[in-house]
C-alpha cells in the first residue's frame, strides 16, 4: 500500500522525485500520473526518478492552455 504524502512532510519538494512522491507531487494518483503525465524518468542508479522542473514545467503547460477534462482534451473556456 502506498502512503499519501502531505504537503507538511515535504514543504520543499525534492528536485529528483520517484513515481509515487511525484503523483503526490501534482495530487493525483498514481494510475493517473501514468495516464495523463507525459514526462518521462530518468534513470538513476537502479532507479526511474521525475525532474521536479519537468513536472512543473508539464503543468505550467496545462495552465497556459486552460483547464482539462478527464480524457485530457483542452475545454474551451
Same mark, same amino acid.
Given at each position: 500500500?502506498?502512503?499519501?504524502?502531505?504537503?507538511?512532510?515535504?514543504?520543499?519538494? &525534492?528536485r529528483?522525485?520517484?513515481?509515487?512522491?511525484?503523483?503526490?507531487?501534482?495530487?493525483?494518483?498514481?494510475?493517473?500520473?501514468?495516464?495523463?503525465? &507525459?514526462?518521462?524518468?530518468? &534513470?538513476?542508479?537502479?532507479?526511474?526518478?521525475?525532474?521536479?522542473?519537468?513536472?512543473?514545467?508539464?503543468?505550467?503547460?496545462?495552465?497556459?492552455?486552460? &483547464?482539462?477534462?478527464?480524457?485530457?482534451?483542452?475545454?474551451?473556456?
Amino acid at each position: 500500500m502506498v502512503r499519501k504524502l502531505s504537503l507538511s512532510e515535504y514543504p520543499d519538494w &525534492p528536485r529528483m522525485m520517484s513515481k509515487s512522491t511525484a503523483a503526490a507531487y501534482l495530487d493525483v494518483s498514481i494510475a493517473t500520473f501514468e495516464k495523463y503525465v &507525459p514526462v518521462e524518468s530518468l &534513470p538513476f542508479g537502479s532507479r526511474a526518478l521525475y525532474d521536479r522542473e519537468e513536472l512543473d514545467q508539464f503543468v505550467s503547460g496545462l495552465t497556459n492552455r486552460g &483547464p482539462i477534462d478527464l480524457v485530457g482534451s483542452y475545454m474551451e473556456h
